[in-house]
Each structure stands twice: as structure tokens, then as C-alpha cells.
């Protein structure tokens, strides 16, 4: 059974920066698409970030240039480094895996999906 679990969220002020770990358990497989989502309160979940297993990655415009996605194969990981944050960063964000290909094709047909880690942006 695969799970995703993340960590690394909590609270931080304007300007802060976070990094957040994804751990995947559960599968074999080599290849994947791997992605960040965030969830604000009242509103729609949106991608922030993804990465294939040929460490190919692709970033939403409301993030771009304040977050690097990286991923560790022998450690089953996916990371998300957040700099500069802002108030409107402030979110549940998730990560997200298909391990059915080795390439990305956008924010939809993720199979599996973590429980969320809270980031909270504030003064």
C-alpha cells in the first residue's frame, strides 16, 4: 500500500522560509511524476510544483522563483524549499504521486496523496 507522508510545515513570518519532506512507502517502482499542492482556506486546491523521475520539474506562477522542488530516489523523497514567504503562501500543502510513468503531464491524474502539512505565514 502506498502512503505518502508529509512534514516540515509550521508556522513562519513574512520574508521566512520552510523546506517541506514528502516520505512514499509502499511501492517499487522507479519511475514517477511527483508533485506539491497547497489548499488555502476558502479556497481551491492549485499545483505549486512537480517532478518527474528523469528530475524534469515545472513550476505554477504563484510560487515561481521562491520554491525549488528536488526529489531523493534512494530515500523515496520529495522536497519543497519555500523562500520568501508571504501571508498568501499560508496553506495545507500535500504532495501528490503517479508512479505509472516517468514523466509529468500537469497538475491532474495523481494516484496517491498525503495528508497535508500546514504552513502558516504571519507576523
Known amino acids: 500500500q502506498v502512503q505518502l507522508v508529509e512534514s516540515g510545515g509550521g508556522s513562519v513570518q513574512p520574508g521566512g522560509s520552510l523546506r517541506l519532506s514528502c516520505t512514499a512507502s509502499?511501492?517499487?517502482?522507479?519511475?514517477?511524476?511527483m508533485a506539491w499542492f497547497r489548499q488555502a482556506p476558502g479556497k481551491e486546491r492549485e499545483g505549486v510544483a512537480l517532478?518527474?523521475?528523469?528530475?524534469?520539474?515545472g513550476y505554477a506562477n504563484s510560487m515561481k522563483g521562491r520554491v525549488t522542488i528536488s526529489s531523493d530516489n534512494a530515500k523515496k523523497s520529495l522536497y519543497l524549499q519555500m523562500n520568501s514567504l508571504k501571508p498568501e503562501d499560508t496553506a495545507i500543502y500535500s504532495c501528490?504521486?503517479?508512479?505509472?510513468?516517468?514523466?509529468?503531464?500537469?497538475?491532474?491524474?495523481?494516484?496517491?496523496w498525503g495528508q497535508g502539512t500546514e504552513v502558516t505565514v504571519s507576523s
Open positions: 501528490a504521486a503517479d508512479f505509472s510513468r516517468d514523466y509529468c503531464t500537469g497538475w491532474q491524474s495523481f494516484s496517491y
Open positions: 509502499g511501492y517499487t517502482y522507479n519511475r514517477y511524476c
Open positions: 517532478i518527474d523521475s528523469r528530475a524534469r520539474s
